[in-house]
């Protein structure tokens, strides 16, 4: 049979102090990454239509405000 690759360590530990700090920083990296898609995801829905009408009004020829907003 195929050998296993245990991936539990085989040492004495200081009674799961690195254990608990790995977990801790894994936690933030997980937190922070959520908090930042939240954030990024705001950002996005809110400045998406702003940046289109900033785009168009810096387009050549220059548009008044109410031809970029108007479906025509």
Known sequence: MASRVSLKSKG???KGSKGAEDKS???????????????????????FIP?????GMNSE?????YQLLSPV
């Open 12 to 14: 004495k530990s200081g």
């Open 25 to 47: 920083t894994v936690q933030h990296l997980k937190e922070w990454s959520t908090w930042t898609m939240k954030k990024a995801k705001v950002i996005t829905h809110y400045g």
């Open 51 to 55: 940046l289109i009408i900033i785009i």
């Open 61 to 65: 020829p220059k548009p008044q405000l």
